[in-house]
Every structure is written in C-alpha cells, then in structure tokens.
C-alpha cells in the first residue's frame, strides 16, 4: 500500500523560517540550483514550504506523466501572485494566463484557433521568415560597419528587439520597425518594461497577493509601473490595429494578424482579447530571445554540431527550393537542437499543477488538499485576510480597488494555499544523469536515438494548459537559426562559463558574447 503524505521527506514544516533562511542564503537567483540540491538530499520527491506557499515536488518524467494524466480538462498551475495582484489593483481583466475555470476554458479554445492550430500557425512562416531576413541583413550591415568581417556583441538587446517585432508581426500583422537603426522609444520602452516585471516578480513571488499590495515597497511600485507600461503600449498597438479595420484599411488578401482574426470572429468580448492578446506581446520577449541566445552559445562550443546542422539547413534548402514551409519539415535535426537547448536552459524552472484528484508518487498519496495541520496555516491565513481588513477599515489605496467579491467573480480561485501545488522540477530534470545519460553534454542527436522519451521534452509544459505561444515561439526560433545557419559562423569569443540566473524566467547570469562571422 502507498505510504501517507505526511511522510514525504523534505523540511516543510516552517515556511516562513524556510523563507528567511532562502532570502539570506542569496536563494532568489539560485531557485534551480537549491531545487537540484533538494532532489540530491531527499531523493525523487520531495516537500517543500516557502512562504505561503506549499509544494510537493517531482523529477522523473514517469511522475510527471502520472500528474498530467490526472489534470482533468480545467488544469490550473501556481499563478503568480504579484501578477495576480497587478491586475486586481488597476482592475484589469485577466487573459488565459491566469483565468481558472471555464472562464479560461472558453478563451483558451478560441485562442487556440488562431495562435495554434496547424492550418493557422503556417500562416505565420511568412511573417516571421520576413523578420528573420531583416536581421540577417542588419548583422550584415553591422559586418560591414565593423571593417573586421565579422559581428562580436552581447546580442541580448538585438534579439529582444527580433523576438518583440516577430510576436507582433503576426499578432497585429503589421511592422514594428524593431531592426532598423532607429528604434521606436515607445518599443523599447515596452522590452525594458518586460524584463523589469520579470526582475520585480522574483523577490515577491512567495508572498500572497494581498499583503503585496498593502506593502508598499519600492519593489511593489516598480512592479506597478512596469506592468503599466506594458499595458499601456499594448493597447496602443491593438487600438491601431482595431482602428485600421473599422475604416476599412486592412487588406483582406495577406494575412491580417491574430488579433484581427480574433476581432472578426466575433465570439470573445473585446476586453477578453485585450488582455489576452497584451499577454502573448509580453510573453513574446524575453522567451524566444534568451533560448535563442542560448541556442547560439551551445552551437558555438560544439562546432561539430553547428557544422552537420548546416549540412542539414542547406541540403533542405537546396531540396525545398527556398520554400520554407517545405524545409520546416525536413530539418529535424534543427528542432532537435531547440529541443537539446531547453533541456539544458528552459525558461521555466519548474512545471506546477493543483492536484484535484489523489495521485500517488513514488508510492506516497498526494491528496488533493493540503491537510490542515500544518502549524503556519493560522498565521498564513491571518496575513492573507490583513489586506482585507484594510480595506474595509479605509485602508491605504482605496478607489482603485475592486472589491473581493468583484475579483472572485473574475474568475473562482479557490484558497491556494488549501490546494496541493505538485511542481515538476524541469531544470533539475534536464540535468539529471537518470534521465539524460551525460546531461552535461550539449547533444541534439540524443532527442533523435531510438528509446522512448516518454514526458523528457517537457519545455512547454503539456496539456491544454501548455504555452499558448509555442507554435509562435518554435517557428521563430527555427526560422531564425535556419536563416542565421544559411549566412554566417556562429563563434564564441572567449572560454568563460556561464552559469544560469533565475529572474523569474531562467537567464543567462553575465552577458554572453558573441561573433557572427559571413560564410
Ligand atoms: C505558458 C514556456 C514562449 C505565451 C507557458 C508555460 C511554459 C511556457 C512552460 C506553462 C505551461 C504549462 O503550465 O503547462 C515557454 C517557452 C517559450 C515560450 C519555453 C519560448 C522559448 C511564449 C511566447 C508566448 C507565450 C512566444 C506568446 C506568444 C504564453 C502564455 C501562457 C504560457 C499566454 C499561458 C497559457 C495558459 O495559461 O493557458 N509558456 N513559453 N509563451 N506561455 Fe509560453
Ligand atoms: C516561475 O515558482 C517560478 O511563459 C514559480 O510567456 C512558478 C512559475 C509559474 C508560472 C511560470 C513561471 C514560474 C515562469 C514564467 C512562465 C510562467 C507561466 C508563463 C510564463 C513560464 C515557473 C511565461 C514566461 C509567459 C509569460 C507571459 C507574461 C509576460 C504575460
């Protein structure tokens, strides 16, 4: 018989001492590393209390499939409280990211027909190929400039600038201008207002929503602001786009961009593709531009892959024609190669689901709820409904927020610290030995080799809850090697190991250079 939850090891026992003590040890940027620490120290599964917030935590990809076999139709992952918290201070409405329940159902389903159906996502080629040809002509450009036949930069602001004019090139299906030599302010103010949100998350990622917003902390206004920013150039860009197709000024013969589609369709209410839409332009970024990068980096060190990868692109090319719709589905050691880059530096530290049905883990019973035993929860609780009360005492910042009950109307999100969070160690994963022979090794061909992979590329989550960008993001980022492959030698500068940042998303932790070198 399955052995009880409570006794899972790991030391769960004192979430606020288990904060400080993260806090102290420097941990905010080390998520990943403390995570693989815990996995060599408990074994396969372990508990974990940080804050107020609980979680049991898995690396073998047989438990990971044991979870997303039980996530039901309605799945729900942790959602970030300070974002949560965001859009109920300025009442924003949510997009799929963080709706529950069949609010994020009808939404999700919609989307999905514009941004990820097979028919819909060739559409895309085009559009991104085009703002891959521009950045190549700019590295060229650039080569020129230098007089020294090659291009050596920390590249990370040039593929912020590519990944955020690719997501809005199909997204409004117009040009940003993103890779000429004069940058949009207004654009680069919105790629400084990502990253910022993404730095301003971390810090309070373990604390609940309502004590975030009555702490009002210099990291809290930041946080603010960055969000303001996005939503406020977001809306410029589909205010556009929506006045465009009002007077008629949308050519209805190419492609007009998801947001059109989505607005002629007619079947979600505006500020529902609003919200979501504003979500895919942020989530466009940071993503596709920091795996890239790593992308580069990797193909740089091992010389012999970049070498038969080019093989690969070229041969494509000459049997395609140039067509890359046909070459896309040829190259495959090229999307392998992606594949092998997320395994060793995903964006995501770890994959979460809310339990609602009892699952048993390396033969422990999770049960869905979180027994109540647990000597924090009183305090937890009382820090949760602090925010409450000052409202109702004429707390701090009273006109701007909606009241408890408008936000449980937004969406039902039940207490979750009454829930069991079940997260998926996908950095850990990726570099253990167990599940990836020699994981240190950068080595595309492993995803190639015979052998199941059963729930081993798990980058983009699973399921119906997975990244609703992934289509976006994968056609990007093979076009953009493809077209890189085709013109230039990646090389890498210097020997300087570069180790792994968690900033919410995972990045490099010092600037990696670069040189692109004309074939
Ligand atoms: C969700 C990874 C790019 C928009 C997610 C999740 C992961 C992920 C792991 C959670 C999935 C789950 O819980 O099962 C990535 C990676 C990317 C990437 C590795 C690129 C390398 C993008 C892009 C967009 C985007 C380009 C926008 C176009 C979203 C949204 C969600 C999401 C909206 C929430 C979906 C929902 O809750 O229904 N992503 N992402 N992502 N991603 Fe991405
Ligand atoms: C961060 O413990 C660490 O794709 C937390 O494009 C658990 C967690 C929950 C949700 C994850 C988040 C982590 C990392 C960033 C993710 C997010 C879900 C979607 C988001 C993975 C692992 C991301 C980057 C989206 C962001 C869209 C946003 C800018 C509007």
Redesign the pocket.
């Known amino acids: 018989t399955p052995r009880p939850f409570n006794q899972l090891p790991g030391d769960w026992r004192t979430g606020w001492l288990n904060l400080f003590r993260f806090w102290q040890e420097g941990g905010l940027n080390n998520?990943h590393h403390i995570m693989a620490r815990k996995f060599q120290q408990f074994g396969p599964i372990y508990r974990e209390k940080l804050g107020a917030y609980e979680s049991v935590n898995i690396i073998s990809p047989q438990d990971a499939a044991t979870l997303f076999q039980a996530e039901g139709s309605l799945p729900e992952?942790?959602s970030?409280p300070p974002?949560v918290a965001y859009r109920d201070f300025r009442n924003k409405p949510y997009g799929v990211?963080l709706k529950t329940g069949e609010a994020w159902r009808s939404d999700r389903l919609m989307l999905n027909k514009e941004v990820l159906s097979p028919q819909v996502v060739e559409g895309f080629v085009p559009l991104l190929s085009q703002v891959g040809e521009d950045f190549i002509r700019r590295a060229q450009a650039q080569v020129e400039k230098s007089g020294r036949e090659h291009w050596t930069a920390d590249f990370t602001h040039e593929l912020f600038r590519f990944a955020l004019e690719s997501v809005c090139h199909v997204l409004y299906g117009e040009r940003l201008g993103l890779l000429q030599d004069f940058v949009d302010p207004d654009a680069q103010r919105f790629i400084d207002a990502?990253t910022l949100?993404f730095h301003t998350t971390s810090p309070m990622?373990y604390l609940p929503p309502n004590l975030l917003r009555h702490l009002n902390t210099k990291m809290w206004r930041d946080h603010v602001q960055a969000w303001d920013a996005i939503f406020s150039q977001a809306d410029k860009c589909i205010q556009n786009v929506y006045r465009d197709l009002r007077l008629q000024r949308k050519s209805t013969k190419e492609y007009m961009g998801i947001l059109c589609n989505l607005i002629m369709r007619d079947k979600l209410p505006l500020e529902d593709i609003r919200a979501s839409v504003?979500?895919m332009m942020?989530?466009?970024v940071?993503?596709t531009s920091m795996t890239l990068q790593w992308a580069m980096f990797e193909l740089a060190r091992s010389p012999g892959v970049q070498e038969q990868l080019r093989a690969e692109v070229l041969a494509a090319k000459r049997e395609a024609e140039g067509d890359r719709v046909k070459m896309l589905k040829t190259i495959r050691l090229l999307k392998a190669t992606i594949k092998e880059t997320l395994r060793l530096h995903p964006?995501?530290?770890?994959l979460?689901r809310y339990t609602t049905q009892e699952v048993i883990l390396q033969d422990y019973r999770i049960p869905p709820k979180v027994s109540k035993a647990t000597g924090s929860l009183l305090t937890l609780t009382w820090l949760w409904d602090l925010g409450d009360m000052g409202r109702a005492a004429g707390g701090c910042m009273p006109s701007l927020h909606p009241s408890k009950a408008a936000w449980r109307a937004q969406t039902h999100r039940p207490d979750p610290s009454l829930q069991t969070l079940v997260q998926v160690g996908l950095y850990a994963m990726g570099r253990d030995p167990e599940v990836f022979p020699k994981p240190e090794q950068f080595r595309p061909q492993r995803w190639l080799a015979a052998g199941p992979k059963h729930f081993q590329g798990l980058s983009f989550g699973f399921g119906p809850r997975q990244?609703l960008?992934r289509r976006i993001a994968e056609l990007e980022m093979q076009l953009f090697l493809m077209q890189i492959l085709e013109n230039f030698k990646i090389e890498t500068m210097r020997a300087v190991e570069i180790g792994t940042k968690f900033d919410?998303?995972l990045i490099p932790d010092k600037p990696i250079y670069l040189t692109l070198r004309p074939l």
């Open positions: 998520v992952r942790f970030v974002w990211l990502v949100m990622l504003t979500e942020a989530g466009g940071d993503t964006v995501a530290v770890t979460q990244c960008g919410l998303i």
